[in-house]
Structure formats: structure tokens, C-alpha cells
């Protein structure tokens, strides 16, 4: 059973630390997105990458945030300083571009700001 | 972006069907009608999708208007299991397919 898996599933940190989260997609999935959930934003689209390569970073707090795929295997959120906003569960989602079916996501990763 | 607009939440009884409405009038030809749910504590997941013509499958019915301006997931009998948080998304098949743009969605509680 083809899952995209996401660690850690659980972060604590503290204010000015540096986070990083990973994502593996399904195998032959060629589109990786990061989403953030937060109680009063919802779901919002960070990035995604289609073949690797980064298509829309619109979403994202560029001084802080940055998202890489250095394969097709792993991909990574990194914030660099962690601000306690930043607090909200991140998650990765993976695809087949220009396909009509759906988009799976990972468990998630629940980040605390302390 | 077309938008849509959803009820903020919704309750059924269970066993019951259930119709969960999605407001779409602003739909472009090219915009395909997406359903994702997200139980507590989960990641979305796909539930149905369809472009003019009503859909089925093994967890939904879709039911498009003629005019596209809206349409129903139907639920043909709820079960504790389905109560989420239901999404309404439209994908613009030309110009953003990949993307997926959550709105706030119905949160549907299912009563036993």
C-alpha cells in the first residue's frame, strides 16, 4: 500500500532554532506540494515541485522557509530561524501532474514554536 | 481563481444520507469539481471528482447542475467514520491542474 510518509510526525522547538522536515512521496509520483494547517488560516499551499524542480513558492515566507527536492525520493521543508507562528502541522502531498486523480498526503508533521 | 462557497458545517444522523452542497458560480469551463476530506487528525484525502456529469464511487456520489454553478457530494448513508471536514475545490484543468486550493470546507458531524 503506496503511502507519502512524512518525519518527524512530532517536533518541539524552541524560538530561533532551526527545523527541518522530510517527505517521501509515492514512488512514480513526479508533483510534491507542502501544505501548512494552522485553526485560523486553514490549509494553506506553501510550494510544489513538478519533476524536481520548484514551480511555485508563492505560499511561502521566503526569509525563513525554503523547500528543496534533492531526489525524487525526498523532499524538505526547512525553516531557519522557527518563530512560535510558525507553529501548525506541515503537510506533504504527492501527485501525478496533468492527472485527474487525486493528490496524497502524508500524516503530517505537528510543529511546536516554543 | 474561481471560488467556492461551502456551508460552514453540517449534522446527520447516521445511516442517513447525506447532501453536502458546494456553491460554484464563478466555474470556468476548464474547472474540474474536486471533493477531498479530512478526518480528525489526518491528511486530506481524494474523495471524487467530475467536469459535467454526475459521478460515482465506492465512497461517493457527485451530482453536477446542468449549469455547473453547483453541485452535491452525496454520502448514501453515513457512518461515524465520515464525520470531516469536506472540501470543494476546483482545479483548472489550463492553467493550474496541479494545484490543489483548499477553502475552509463543512465540517459534517455525524450523530449516532
Known amino acids: 500500500d503506496a503511502r507519502v510518509t512524512q518525519t518527524p510526525r512530532h517536533k518541539v522547538t524552541e524560538m530561533g532554532q532551526e527545523v527541518t522536515m522530510r517527505c517521501q512521496p509515492i514512488?512514480?509520483?513526479?508533483?510534491v506540494f507542502w501544505y501548512r494547517q494552522t485553526m485560523m488560516q486553514g490549509l494553506e499551499l506553501l510550494a510544489y515541485?513538478?519533476?524536481?524542480?520548484?514551480?511555485?513558492d508563492s505560499g511561502m515566507p521566503k526569509d525563513r522557509f525554503s523547500a528543496e527536492m534533492p531526489d525524487a525520493t525526498l523532499a524538505t521543508l526547512k525553516i531557519q530561524p522557527s518563530e512560535p507562528r510558525d507553529s501548525a502541522v506541515y503537510f506533504c502531498?504527492?501527485?501525478?501532474?496533468?492527472?485527474?486523480?487525486?493528490?496524497?498526503f502524508g500524516p503530517g508533521t505537528r510543529l511546536t514554536v516554543l | 481563481d474561481a471560488k467556492t462557497t461551502q456551508p460552514n458545517s453540517m449534522e446527520s444522523n447516521e445511516e442517513e444520507p447525506v447532501h453536502l452542497p458546494c456553491n460554484h458560480s464563478t466555474i470556468s469551463g476548464t474547472d474540474y469539481i474536486h471533493w477531498y476530506r479530512q478526518l480528525p487528525s489526518q491528511g486530506p484525502e481524494y474523495v471524487i471528482h467530475?467536469?459535467?456529469s454526475n459521478v460515482n464511487n465506492r465512497m461517493a456520489s457527485l451530482a453536477i447542475a446542468e449549469d455547473r454553478k453547483s453541485s452535491t457530494l452525496i454520502l448514501h448513508r453515513a457512518t461515524l467514520r465520515d464525520a470531516a471536514v469536506y472540501y470543494c475545490?476546483?482545479?483548472?484543468?489550463?492553467?493550474?491542474?496541479?494545484?490543489?486550493?483548499f477553502g475552509p470546507g463543512t465540517s459534517l458531524s455525524v450523530i449516532p
Open positions: 475545490i476546483l482545479r483548472d484543468w489550463e492553467t493550474s491542474y496541479d494545484k490543489v486550493i
Open positions: 514512488l512514480g509520483h513526479n508533483t
Open positions: 502531498a504527492s501527485g501525478v501532474s496533468y492527472s485527474y486523480n487525486e493528490q496524497f
Open positions: 515541485f513538478r519533476n524536481r524542480a520548484p514551480l511555485d
Open positions: 467530475g467536469l459535467t
